[in-house]
């Protein structure tokens, strides 16, 4: 199982997608420069101090990609059912920048801040290439079993 080189794909996209979560996403400050608040996958801190809670569908949406990416990496008996899981990921992940991308506009068309992304928002673009490369193995995995089946 650790020897497929699509399993280390796929546990390296799962630690991305954890590392994403406990990561700031974005700050955003005023004009001067004055921070307003700071977003989480789960909350936004403004400057106050004060917390809210509205950002659950991100934090909901890493922690599904972070278990199936997991759970896909024991499930390497099973390859067919391996690669639609690495392929929903991948759509979830799309989805999350999705969601990423409506929570941003949505505060700055409420306030007049200024937007600036923390680096940990390429982490789930990293993860989407990771699970793209786990695919194309995993394929290649069921491509040499079915040729060796017809050898028999």
């Not at 106050?48 to 972070?66: I, P």
């Not at 506009?105 to 990771?130: K, N, T, Y």
């Not at 394929?139 to 079915?146: A, G």
């Amino acid at each position: 199982m650790i020897q497929r080189i699509q399993t280390l794909y796929l546990l390296a996209a799962c630690i991305l997608c954890v590392v994403t979560l406990c990561t700031p996403l974005a700050f955003f400050s005023t004009a001067d420069g004055e921070p307003v608040a700071t977003l989480y996958n789960l909350w936004m801190t403004k400057a106050d101090g004060s917390r809210t809670f509205t950002y659950w569908a991100l934090f909901a949406l890493l922690l599904a990609v972070s278990t199936l990416t997991f759970m896909d990496i024991f499930l390497f008996r099973r390859r067919a059912f391996q690669m639609r899981v690495a392929s929903f990921s991948m759509i979830l992940l799309v989805g999350w920048y999705l969601a990423y991308a409506a929570f941003v506009w949505l505060f700055m068309s409420a306030g007049q801040a200024e937007f600036r992304p923390h680096w940990s928002v390429s982490l789930p673009f990293a993860a989407i290439v990771l699970l793209y490369l786990a695919f194309r193995g995993i394929y290649k995995d069921e491509q040499l079993v079915r040729s060796l089946d017809r050898l028999r």
